[in-house]
Nanobody, 127 residues
Framework: QTQLVESGGGSVQAGGSLRLSCGGS????????VGWFRQGPGQKREGVAT????????TYSNSVAGRFTISLNNVNNTLDLQMTSLKSEDTGIYYC????????????????????WGPGTQVTISS
């Protein structure tokens, strides 16, 4: 079983866009829940976006709703996060997580529901 790896992080100015991808594991496509989390400087890790295994149900944190889009790329077998209208408060290390446990039919923004994680990729937004 290969390891998850995030890519696409970097430094951009506020208002810009980035697209993160997470690959390296065959479990991405069969996980009940997958998601993206982030940890800002001096902050706890928080949920950003989650996606159900069939790709139909998404959940976003209030801080990113309307700006970020989570999706599964079935061709490349990656979990992607398109980020637009970036703000300085979006700065942090972004982690993908798979093998998530749903609660009812909901994939929660709670890190302890997920058992497999990537090492993270740095996103820095300058104002």
């Amino acid at each position: 079983q290969t390891q998850l790896v995030e890519s696409g992080g970097g430094s951009v100015q506020a208002g810009g866009s980035l697209r993160l991808s997470c690959g390296g594991s065959g479990y991405i496509r069969v996980s009940n829940c997958v998601g993206w989390f982030r940890q800002g400087p001096g902050q706890k890790r928080e949920g950003v976006a989650t996606l159900s295994h069939d790709g139909t149900k998404t959940t976003y944190s209030n801080s990113v709703a309307g700006r970020f889009t989570i999706s599964l790329n079935n061709v490349n077998n990656t979990l992607d996060l398109q980020m637009t209208s970036l703000k300085s408060e979006d700065t942090g290390i972004y982690y993908c997580a798979i093998q998530g446990r749903p609660v009812g039919d909901k994939c929660r923004l709670w890190e302890y529901d997920y058992s497999k994680w990537g090492p993270g990729t740095q996103v820095t937004i300058s104002s």
